[in-house]
């Protein structure tokens, strides 16, 4: 579909990643490369290891308005170093108990693992993903705003 | 039964006699005041002084904080640190949080010296406020306050009260476990039995709730917080040199602005930093100005921490950090 | 500050679907930004030369690349900007081709606007990096190999032939690993015995190899260049000083012919006291502590009669473990692979039919060296009847999805080995395509074939059951008549090595979903773990047959040579740092980092710097932001997030 | 001459005078603590006193002074004159409180005319509400030590007090007699009997505040304990928090900080509090008041001593809010008490 004049449609989810250099940004490298196409949505943040996102990141940027959160990394035993993504397991499982638990949208938030060969799959995780919050609409509960 | 004046002897006794041989540098302990009822943290320095430490129902805070701050205080410059050890009265929730403040590198065990005392609850001032209704307001700060198995019995010079200890025991007192201090070097007082019960009952009600619902109460909830920042500064494991709520420098984590997106963000980042750490002393719910049932939150990460990642924190000073670990079975059921 | 960005049209990979004038024209709205321009390769030499001018005339601090993946040129890029006297390090990429034009192809408008945002977050991070150094460390002379296989053999012998000290470790009494245990080896045929044994020799005799047999690495500390290894050297009870090797000691044990011989795939019997083979490097002998009865009862008739029978005096019981040190630059992994055990799969009926055998089995029983002296024989009969069975274990979604690579060669090697020995035999093989993809492969596969040995396809999931009939076994695959064999012999699947957790913890290199050490580019850099110094040779980074598994400790040997013979090295400068007023010294990186790369001195986090891999994991664990990690820290984190969820910046 | 209205005709008037464009603001129950908060129907008439101040009507916590608008290195301010709206009356206000708000206003135009603040002001209405049961928790109120009385009428355009099922209303300024107007019908004239009934309320209700300062010779003695050793006694187990000096009806200072979000900026100043570090540090990173004590001393200082010199009247109303509200109970009356006994 051509969308040449776009700008009217109707509201867009914004979406932040956190991916991880080794597995989940090369996944995402690769779903370009095979020319999958996915939703425009999502604004992804290169990070080393997807044990460098702290809670506060995601938190943060629900504050700043985003609709989405999406934290990626490499299958567990997979880690580029060892051990981050299990790290990055443990912290976010308990923040995301945190936002059910106050009630903040938990489904906002998602983590997933994608290898460096899981192109399609990324592709399918992000779409999914502004799939279910479009439903949700605009997240307002952190950032206050209108969005 | 607790008998508090004995328990206030044995503790005078050993604050004296530590005083007296120099093992100590000084005792932090309670004194009660000339106006209130509430006992208030004091700092004992000679041993004739010890006579003033009290023991009771309303010895409320959690005297770590101080111990905290006596071991992070840098020695001016050309002084001989005095390292000697810091004497400490401790209940047993007290005495979590220095195993935490252990395991955590903050206070060496050689630098406290600890009067763990049994403790079967104490009194929240606010509920005591609301039972002393009818006392005179002249009579309020010299009231005593016995034992009396399942009541508190309130005395002054009018009719005793008895008050059940349901009504005036802090909340974290009704769901606490551990009785007894774990750490210790003198332990004041009979050894309480361990009672067992579900240790999370008080969470059970917002549990059950829908987000939408609890959404909804902690938006009534955090829409008073002032951000005062007193639940974090009594918070003895909030020892950070530069907490992240007052960096300003070369970017805030989060914005001066008493609103409520500025609110949550700071409730929900405290909660990550106490998880897997807070040994539910109740310091930061007595002394919020606004009653916010902070401790709810952070009782929320440790029931899931210890149902997750079988964290319990406070309990034994070989456990790893929670977040400096991590074990290849952790659950992780959302991730995709 | 400066700031200069570079919008690439990448041909028309990206401005067939991106508007690139319009966003280097937005980019000129930003803060900072003092040039923007678009080009039609950017990674080109004009290209290149477009932002080396601009650099030097206009003074850029920074430079903004928009172009492909990162991690496809941002090395480029890096140099590309250091060459014109900026610092490397105050570049940024933007994604706005595999990120942006290819994946939204149908949606121009959207993909220009995403990658204005892309632009956006990349300046607002840019304006926050700063110039960082690279440091140089010294490197020790000297290499580690661990395994003795013939990837850590032919890695030892060509580090050591450029002229570097090179110790290699083995776990068994001998070097040598499995291509000691092969007869033939496909596609040539030639005997594996007669070109793995000078090489053997080569590596006892070369001057600068220390090999160290029966050990094991228990600690590895340190850093590319400056490794400090700890070795146990393990008991062997005799000191392999005094023995000669002349075997009168096994000769003599009472448990001779009674111990189960793991060389011959247990198929053959030993001595407690044993060398592994024949040709064994070194020719020493060694006790089996889990079998001498003096060993283990203490007491071993009157006296032990090996101790008797040994003329060097070389035997001592008492000899206990001993712990070295070694100080290297750099090390190599090569610790091969183990076999999938297939009675995991009953319905093969390993382990309780006799007829039922392994290919490595297969191996020692062809061996001129082996059991049975190269006859093939089952219960004590020359088969009639073979079957063989690929994939066993392999391309298997239950057991390992990978295909193990040299099996379906190994099964041809077999088959025609019956042929060869059996030249009445029925050969029959079981397989689900064969791959026979390397040179010579195809020819060889296409010979066996022509040799009459009968190929049928069965797929991977249909059923296949071998039940015991007497002292026959009956193979019954699905879609096939039952056939009724004197031996059916099953290629199993090349697996990680079953005790590979330990040694991965010591070494901290992390594995892959199949197991195997995970390389850090499975095309570029094949050879080099995440951990740097540290590289792999051999089937330890997955199936490989001989050639491919020398191919590979070769480029090993010269990976690891590269900084012995630089003779120090560059360290990456992006690692964390602590900001110490900050650090309340609780130790909680300390206990996160993965590389031990933090120490807690005067209470206060301390980063090696070497050690640090730049992860950034004890950033997003300290709770105050006290440590953080260069070029990722949070303040460039936070204003990515912002600048991204704001209209304007 | 003194008017009556029945408790069960407040709702009434409130929303009488919300209909004629006014906003009103009383204590409101809300999560469990009294608050300042919009007012659509009656007011509890058992509140003892409201948690935070009503300060935060006219000063609030967090206060937009004007947004600005960045669009790449482009910043421009959007100031705005700041116009007076719609009325506001502030219903409930204890007569502690409105005390303060005197204080609040000398200080405001003291000098420098502070817009926001006076803007409010002028548009304000404060009826307060005669203590009759003046007992923060534990028994802290002291306002009769201070100059005040749980029936002062200082600050206020009308005072109500409470006398079983109605408020005998005085009103003051022509403010108050503008709600009288109003209120209309919803008002009737006092019977003498209620007049009396209100003396004898006040009476009580004064003798009730047990707690006393003696104000006598404090100037002198805190001037003379300036370098005394006698505030580190007291400091070293104040924890910082500032709850003493957030929940102080007196209390003003504020931090102005841009804050910038989603893109859009906005400037804003939020109450700040000279017992936390952050309040005096330099950008040098040099702290004047770099200890507790220093901290502690300056808000004693302040409420018993600069005010007394700027303003020409006492910091302090003696609402007891930071005596019982302080975690480890630093009990200003003790403090100053103590000031001068080391004075001594
Ligand atoms: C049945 C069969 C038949 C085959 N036939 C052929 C053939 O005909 N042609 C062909 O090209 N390929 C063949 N192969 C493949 C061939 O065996 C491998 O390519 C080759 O052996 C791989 O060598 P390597 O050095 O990587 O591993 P290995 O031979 O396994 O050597 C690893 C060495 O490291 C040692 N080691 C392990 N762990 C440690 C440790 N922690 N510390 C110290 N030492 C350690 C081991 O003891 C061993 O000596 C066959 C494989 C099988 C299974
Ligand atoms: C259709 C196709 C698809 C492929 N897809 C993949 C894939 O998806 N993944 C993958 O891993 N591999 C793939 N390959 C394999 C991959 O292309 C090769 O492995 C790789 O290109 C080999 O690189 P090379 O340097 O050996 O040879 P080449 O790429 O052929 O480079 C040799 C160079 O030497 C130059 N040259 C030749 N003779 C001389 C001379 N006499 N003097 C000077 N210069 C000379 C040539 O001009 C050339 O530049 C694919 C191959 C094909 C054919
Ligand atoms: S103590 Fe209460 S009001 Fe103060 S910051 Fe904490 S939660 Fe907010
Ligand atoms: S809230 Fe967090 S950063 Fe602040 S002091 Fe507590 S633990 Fe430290
Ligand atoms: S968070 Fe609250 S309950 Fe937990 S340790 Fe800190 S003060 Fe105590
Ligand atoms: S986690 Fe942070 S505060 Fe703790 S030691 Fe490390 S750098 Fe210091
Ligand atoms: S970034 Fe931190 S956790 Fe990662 S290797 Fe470096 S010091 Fe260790
Ligand atoms: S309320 Fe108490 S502890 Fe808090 S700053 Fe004031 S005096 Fe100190």
Known sequence: MEDEGGAKESWEPKIIGFFCNWCSYAGADLAGTSRIQYPTTIRIIKVMCSGRVNPQFVLKAFQEGADGVLVSGCHPGDCHYIEGNYHARRKLTLMEDLLEFTGVDPSRFQMSWVSASEGQKFAEVVTEFTERIKKLGPQTKLSGGEG | MTDYKALEKQIQDQARQWLESGEVKYVIGFEKGDNSPVCRPVFIYKPEDAGKLAWGPLCNNNLTKYLVEEVQIKPKKGEEPDLRPVGIVVKPCDSKTIVELMKENIVPRERVKIIGVISEGTINPKALDKALKDVPLDKIAGIQILDGGDNFTIKYDGEPLSVPKDELLNGKCKVCVVHNPVVYDIFVGDKVTQIDKDEFEDIADLEAMSDEERYEYWKEQLSKCIRCYACRDTCPLCYCEECVFDRTKPYNWNEKTVDLPENFFYHMVRAMHLAGRCVDCGGCERVCPMDIPIRKLNRFLLKRAKERFKVVPGINVEDKAMFGDYDIDDPGEGIK | MKIGVYVCECGTNISGTVDVADVAEYAKSLPNVAVSKYYKYMCSDPGQLLIKDDIK?????????????????????????????????????????????????????????????????????????????????????????????????????????????????????????????????????????????????????????????????????????????????????????????????????????????????????????????????????????????????????????????????????????????????????????????????????????????????????????????????????????????????????????????????????????????????????????????????????VRVMDEGVKYLRRELDDQIEVVENGDKAIVKAEGHPDIEADLVVLATAIEQKKDIADISKVLKISRGADNFFLEIHPKLRPMDTATSGIFLGGCCQGPKDIPDTVAQASGAAAKATIPLAQGKIDLDPQTSFVIENNCAGCGLCVEACPYSAIELMDGKAEVNEALCRGCGLCSATCRSGAIQLKGLTDHQLISMIKSSLSEVF | MASIINKDKVAELVKKVSSSGCEVFGPVENGGVTLFRNLDGGIPSDFTNSKKPPKEVLFPQTETMFDFEIDGSKITALVEPVEAQTPILMLGVRPCDARAIQVLDALFTWDYIDPYYVNKRDRATIIGFSCTEPHMPLQSCFCTSVGGSPSSKDGLDMLWTDIGDRYLVESFTDKGNKILETGGNLFANAAKDDEKKTEDVKKLAESKIVRKLDTEGIEKALEATFDHEYWDEFARRCLGCGECTLLCPTCHCFDINDVITRGKGKRERTWDSCQYPYYTIHASGHNPRPDKKHRQRNRVYHKFLYSNKNLDMLGCVGCGRCISTCPVNIDIIEVVEGAKEAAK
């Open chain 3, 57 to 445: 005339e206009l003074g850029l601090t920074h430079v903004v690349v928009a172009s492909c993946s990162p991690r496809m040129h941002e090395p480029t890029f890096r140099t590309v900007v250091e060459e014109a006297g900026m610092n490397a390090y105050c570049f940024e990429m933007a994604n706005i081709r595999e990120h942006c034009s290819w994946a939204h192809m149908h949606e121009k408008f959207k993909a220009t606007e995403k990658a204005k945002d892309l632009v956006k977050m990349s300046v607002a991070k840019a304006a926050l990096l700063e110039p960082l150094e690279k440091k140089q460390v010294p490197v020790t002379p000297a290499a580690l190999v661990i395994g003795g296989g013939i990837a850590g053999i032919q890695t030892a012998l060509e580090i050591a032939e450029s002229g570097f000290k090179t110790y290699l470790v083995e776990s068994t009494p001998s070097i040598g690993g499995r291509m000691a245990q092969l007869d033939k080896t496909f596609p040539t045929m030639d005997c594996s015995a007669c070109i793995l044994t000078p090489k053997m020799v080569d590596v006892a005799r070369h001057p600068n190899i220390e090999l160290l047999t029966y050990s094991e690495v228990t600690g590895i500390d340190g850093y590319i260049g400056n490794f400090t290894v700890t070795v146990k050297k393990k008991a062997r009870y005799v000191d392999i000083e005094k023995c000669v090797g002349c075997g009168l000691c096994a000769e003599a044990c009472r448990l001779k012919d009674r111990v189960d011989d793991e060389f011959n795939e247990n198929l053959g019997k030993r001595s407690a006291i044993y060398v592994p083979f024949p040709q064994a490097v070194p020719l020493k002998y060694t006790i089996d502590p889990e079998k001498c009865i003096f060993l283990k009862t203490g007491k071993c008739g009157d006296s032990p009669p090996c101790v008797g029978a040994c003329a060097a005096d070389a035997i001592n019981h008492q000899q206990e473990d001993e712990i070295i040190e070694l100080d290297v630059g750099t090390i190599v992994v090569a610790t091969g692979f183990d076999l999938y055990d297939p009675s995991q799969k009953p319905e093969y009926g390993y382990g309780k039919i006799k007829n039922v055998i392994t290919g490595m089995e297969f191996e020692r029983l062809v061996s001129a060296s082996g059991p049975t002296e190269g006859h093939i024989e089952i219960n004590g009969k020359e088969p009639e009847k073979v079957v063989f069975i690929q994939c066993v274990g392999s391309r298997d979604k239950e057991g390992n999805e990978y295909c193990s690579r040299v099996c379906c060669m190994y099964t041809a090697k077999h088959a025609h080995l019956v042929r060869d020995k059996i030249p009445g035999a029925e050969v029959i093989v079981y397989n689900t395509d064969v791959r026979a993809y390397g040179k010579g492969f195809e020819e060889f596969y």
